[in-house]
Protein backbone atom coordinates (compact mmCIF):
# COMPACT_ATOMS: atom_id res chain seq x y z
CA UNK A 1 0.00 0.00 0.00
CA UNK A 2 1.37 3.44 -1.28
CA UNK A 3 2.28 6.23 1.82
CA UNK A 4 -1.01 8.70 2.62
CA UNK A 5 0.06 11.66 3.72
CA UNK A 6 -1.62 13.67 6.55
CA UNK A 7 -2.03 16.84 8.33
CA UNK A 8 -2.79 16.80 12.00
CA UNK A 9 -3.05 19.99 14.49
CA UNK A 10 -2.32 19.63 18.19
CA UNK A 11 0.66 17.41 17.35
CA UNK A 12 2.66 18.03 19.96
CA UNK A 13 1.53 17.04 22.72
CA UNK A 14 -1.87 14.22 24.19
CA UNK A 15 -3.93 12.86 21.64
CA UNK A 16 -2.26 14.83 18.57
CA UNK A 17 1.11 13.70 19.37
CA UNK A 18 0.08 9.93 20.18
CA UNK A 19 -1.73 10.12 16.12
CA UNK A 20 1.44 11.48 14.70
CA UNK A 21 3.85 8.85 16.48
CA UNK A 22 1.48 5.95 14.92
CA UNK A 23 1.07 7.35 11.59
CA UNK A 24 4.72 7.98 10.99
CA UNK A 25 5.04 4.68 12.30
CA UNK A 26 2.97 3.22 9.94
CA UNK A 27 4.83 4.69 7.16
CA UNK A 28 2.70 8.04 6.94
CA UNK A 29 4.11 11.61 5.50
CA UNK A 30 2.79 13.78 8.37
CA UNK A 31 3.15 17.54 8.96
CA UNK A 32 1.91 18.34 12.35
CA UNK A 33 0.96 21.70 13.47
CA UNK A 34 1.14 22.83 16.80
CA UNK A 35 2.43 26.21 18.85
CA UNK A 36 5.79 24.60 19.51
CA UNK A 37 7.74 21.35 18.59
CA UNK A 38 6.43 20.72 15.06
CA UNK A 39 6.85 21.42 11.49
CA UNK A 40 4.24 24.61 11.22
CA UNK A 41 3.78 26.99 13.95
CA UNK A 42 0.70 28.10 14.73
CA UNK A 43 -1.47 29.50 17.34
CA UNK A 44 -5.50 28.51 16.43
CA UNK A 45 -6.87 30.63 19.01
CA UNK A 46 -5.96 33.65 16.52
CA UNK A 47 -7.28 34.20 13.15
CA UNK A 48 -3.81 34.94 11.92
CA UNK A 49 -2.57 31.90 13.77
CA UNK A 50 -4.86 30.20 11.32
CA UNK A 51 -4.28 31.70 8.04
CA UNK A 52 -0.11 31.19 9.01
CA UNK A 53 -1.28 27.41 9.93
CA UNK A 54 -2.86 27.01 6.27
CA UNK A 55 -0.46 28.63 4.48
CA UNK A 56 2.51 26.59 6.29
CA UNK A 57 1.22 24.16 5.31
CA UNK A 58 0.57 24.29 1.65
CA UNK A 59 3.96 25.74 1.20
CA UNK A 60 5.18 22.00 2.78
CA UNK A 61 2.91 19.93 1.31
CA UNK A 62 3.01 18.82 -2.53
CA UNK A 63 -0.58 20.42 -3.42
CA UNK A 64 -2.32 17.84 -1.73
CA UNK A 65 -2.67 15.46 1.55
CA UNK A 66 -4.93 12.12 1.50
CA UNK A 67 -6.47 13.18 5.29
CA UNK A 68 -6.63 16.35 7.41
CA UNK A 69 -7.22 15.73 11.18
CA UNK A 70 -8.04 18.41 13.42
CA UNK A 71 -6.91 17.50 16.49
CA UNK A 72 -5.83 20.45 18.16
CA UNK A 73 -8.01 21.47 21.73
CA UNK A 74 -8.30 22.80 25.21
CA UNK A 75 -10.19 21.85 27.64
CA UNK A 76 -9.97 24.56 30.13
CA UNK A 77 -12.80 27.02 30.99
CA UNK A 78 -12.13 29.83 29.14
CA UNK A 79 -13.36 31.77 26.13
CA UNK A 80 -10.38 30.76 24.21
CA UNK A 81 -11.63 27.32 24.04
CA UNK A 82 -13.83 28.46 22.02
CA UNK A 83 -11.79 29.81 19.69
CA UNK A 84 -9.41 26.51 19.18
CA UNK A 85 -11.75 24.12 19.82
CA UNK A 86 -14.49 25.08 17.40
CA UNK A 87 -13.08 27.70 15.31
CA UNK A 88 -9.78 27.00 14.89
CA UNK A 89 -10.86 23.13 13.86
CA UNK A 90 -13.60 24.20 11.41
CA UNK A 91 -10.69 26.77 9.84
CA UNK A 92 -8.60 23.54 9.84
CA UNK A 93 -11.09 21.59 8.19
CA UNK A 94 -11.96 24.33 5.84
CA UNK A 95 -8.58 25.84 5.18
CA UNK A 96 -7.26 22.64 4.09
CA UNK A 97 -9.75 21.31 2.53
CA UNK A 98 -8.88 22.43 -1.12
CA UNK A 99 -5.47 20.12 -0.38
CA UNK A 100 -7.91 17.22 0.24
CA UNK A 101 -9.59 17.53 -3.45
CA UNK A 102 -6.51 16.15 -4.97
CA UNK A 103 -5.74 13.46 -2.14
CA UNK A 104 -5.90 9.90 -2.64
CA UNK A 105 -8.90 8.71 -0.87
CA UNK A 106 -9.13 11.85 1.00
CA UNK A 107 -10.39 11.55 4.79
CA UNK A 108 -10.86 14.30 7.16
CA UNK A 109 -11.43 13.62 11.02
CA UNK A 110 -12.22 16.25 13.39
CA UNK A 111 -11.19 15.49 17.52
CA UNK A 112 -14.97 15.96 19.55
CA UNK A 113 -15.32 14.71 22.74
CA UNK A 114 -17.91 12.56 25.02
CA UNK A 115 -18.03 16.13 26.55
CA UNK A 116 -20.20 17.31 23.37
CA UNK A 117 -23.39 14.97 24.60
CA UNK A 118 -22.77 16.59 28.46
CA UNK A 119 -25.04 19.71 29.56
CA UNK A 120 -24.08 22.64 27.05
CA UNK A 121 -25.21 26.70 26.51
CA UNK A 122 -27.52 26.80 23.20
CA UNK A 123 -27.05 30.09 22.54
CA UNK A 124 -22.66 29.80 22.60
CA UNK A 125 -23.47 26.97 20.39
CA UNK A 126 -25.79 29.08 17.67
CA UNK A 127 -23.10 31.40 17.76
CA UNK A 128 -20.82 29.01 16.88
CA UNK A 129 -22.80 26.88 14.30
CA UNK A 130 -23.55 30.62 12.41
CA UNK A 131 -19.76 31.22 12.52
CA UNK A 132 -19.85 34.48 14.75
CA UNK A 133 -16.77 33.95 16.36
CA UNK A 134 -16.70 37.16 18.23
CA UNK A 135 -20.18 37.49 19.41
CA UNK A 136 -19.54 33.81 20.71
CA UNK A 137 -16.31 34.44 22.43
CA UNK A 138 -18.34 37.44 24.12
CA UNK A 139 -20.94 35.17 25.57
CA UNK A 140 -18.85 32.57 26.74
CA UNK A 141 -17.31 34.85 28.76
CA UNK A 142 -20.85 35.51 30.63
CA UNK A 143 -21.97 32.13 30.76
CA UNK A 144 -20.95 28.76 33.18
CA UNK A 145 -17.57 28.13 32.87
CA UNK A 146 -18.43 24.15 32.88
CA UNK A 147 -20.32 24.67 30.14
CA UNK A 148 -17.67 26.04 27.26
CA UNK A 149 -15.84 23.20 26.59
CA UNK A 150 -19.06 21.14 26.28
CA UNK A 151 -20.51 22.98 24.33
CA UNK A 152 -17.30 23.52 22.04
CA UNK A 153 -17.29 20.22 20.97
CA UNK A 154 -21.06 19.61 20.64
CA UNK A 155 -21.37 22.45 17.97
CA UNK A 156 -18.13 20.79 16.32
CA UNK A 157 -19.65 17.56 16.09
CA UNK A 158 -22.51 19.05 14.64
CA UNK A 159 -20.83 21.02 12.30
CA UNK A 160 -19.72 17.98 11.15
CA UNK A 161 -22.74 16.47 10.67
CA UNK A 162 -23.90 19.45 8.94
CA UNK A 163 -21.08 19.84 6.46
CA UNK A 164 -19.84 15.93 5.75
CA UNK A 165 -22.64 15.44 3.21
CA UNK A 166 -21.95 18.58 1.57
CA UNK A 167 -21.19 18.02 -2.63
CA UNK A 168 -17.81 19.66 -1.27
CA UNK A 169 -17.28 16.54 0.69
CA UNK A 170 -19.01 13.48 0.49
CA UNK A 171 -19.92 14.42 -3.31
CA UNK A 172 -16.24 14.89 -4.03
CA UNK A 173 -15.43 11.57 -2.02
CA UNK A 174 -14.09 13.48 0.92
CA UNK A 175 -15.11 11.35 3.84
CA UNK A 176 -15.16 13.38 6.92
CA UNK A 177 -16.19 12.03 10.58
CA UNK A 178 -16.18 12.91 14.57
CA UNK A 179 -14.33 10.96 16.77
CA UNK A 180 -15.29 11.69 20.71
CA UNK A 181 -13.57 9.62 23.30
CA UNK A 182 -14.09 9.77 26.51
CA UNK A 183 -11.80 10.21 29.80
CA UNK A 184 -8.35 9.64 28.05
CA UNK A 185 -5.12 10.16 29.96
CA UNK A 186 -3.39 12.68 29.14
CA UNK A 187 -1.65 15.52 31.41
CA UNK A 188 -4.67 18.07 31.21
CA UNK A 189 -6.68 15.47 32.51
CA UNK A 190 -4.75 14.36 35.46
CA UNK A 191 -5.35 17.82 36.59
CA UNK A 192 -9.18 17.18 36.62
CA UNK A 193 -8.69 13.41 38.45
CA UNK A 194 -7.70 15.93 41.42
CA UNK A 195 -10.88 17.27 41.28
CA UNK A 196 -13.42 15.04 44.15
CA UNK A 197 -16.44 15.98 42.62
CA UNK A 198 -15.42 16.00 39.29
CA UNK A 199 -14.17 12.26 39.63
CA UNK A 200 -17.65 11.57 42.13
CA UNK A 201 -19.52 12.35 38.71
CA UNK A 202 -17.13 10.58 36.41
CA UNK A 203 -17.49 7.57 38.13
CA UNK A 204 -21.05 7.43 38.15
CA UNK A 205 -21.38 7.62 34.43
CA UNK A 206 -18.60 4.92 34.08
CA UNK A 207 -20.54 2.20 35.54
CA UNK A 208 -20.07 -1.22 33.32
CA UNK A 209 -17.81 0.11 31.18
CA UNK A 210 -15.10 -1.48 29.37
CA UNK A 211 -12.45 0.53 29.70
CA UNK A 212 -12.99 3.43 31.99
CA UNK A 213 -9.49 5.55 30.94
CA UNK A 214 -8.38 5.21 27.62
CA UNK A 215 -4.70 6.08 26.28
CA UNK A 216 -3.64 8.68 23.80
CA UNK A 217 -2.53 5.36 21.73
CA UNK A 218 -5.50 3.81 21.84
CA UNK A 219 -7.21 7.03 20.34
CA UNK A 220 -4.86 7.03 17.99
CA UNK A 221 -5.64 4.11 16.30
CA UNK A 222 -9.60 4.85 16.29
CA UNK A 223 -8.20 8.17 14.28
CA UNK A 224 -5.64 5.89 11.92
CA UNK A 225 -8.84 3.86 10.59
CA UNK A 226 -10.78 7.08 9.92
CA UNK A 227 -8.27 8.92 8.46
CA UNK A 228 -7.20 5.35 6.18
CA UNK A 229 -8.28 3.87 2.98
CA UNK A 230 -9.95 1.18 4.65
CA UNK A 231 -12.72 3.63 5.84
CA UNK A 232 -15.01 3.15 2.94
CA UNK A 233 -18.72 4.55 3.37
CA UNK A 234 -18.41 6.42 7.02
CA UNK A 235 -19.65 9.82 6.41
CA UNK A 236 -21.03 12.88 8.82
CA UNK A 237 -20.51 10.37 12.08
CA UNK A 238 -19.76 10.33 15.71
CA UNK A 239 -17.75 7.71 16.70
CA UNK A 240 -18.00 7.37 20.53
CA UNK A 241 -14.58 5.87 21.71
CA UNK A 242 -15.58 5.87 25.25
CA UNK A 243 -15.64 2.25 26.55
CA UNK A 244 -19.71 2.37 26.47
CA UNK A 245 -20.12 5.69 28.50
CA UNK A 246 -22.13 7.36 25.86
CA UNK A 247 -24.85 4.14 25.95
CA UNK A 248 -24.60 4.53 29.82
CA UNK A 249 -25.95 8.65 29.73
CA UNK A 250 -28.24 8.55 27.09
CA UNK A 251 -29.59 5.14 26.49
CA UNK A 252 -31.10 4.29 23.39
CA UNK A 253 -31.85 8.03 22.56
CA UNK A 254 -29.23 9.68 20.71
CA UNK A 255 -30.36 13.39 20.24
Known sequence: MASRSCVITGAASGIGAAVLELL????WKVIGADLHNADVIADLSSLEGRHRMVERVFEQCAGSVDAVIACAGLSDQSPRTVSVNYFG???????????????IQPRAVAIGS???TFAIDRRLEEEC?????????????????????????????KWVRRNA???ARAGRGILLNALAPGFVDTPLTR???KDE????KRNKSMANLVSGILKPADVAKAVRFLASEDNVGLVGQVIYLDGGAEAVNR?????
Do not use: C, M
Open 191 to 193: ERL
Open 165 to 167: ISA
Open 251 to 255: GDSVW
Open 129 to 157: LNDREIPALDHAGRVSPQLIYATSKSALT
Open 89 to 103: AIHTLTGLHPLLAGG
Open 114 to 116: LAG
Open 24 to 27: RASG
Open 197 to 200: QFNE
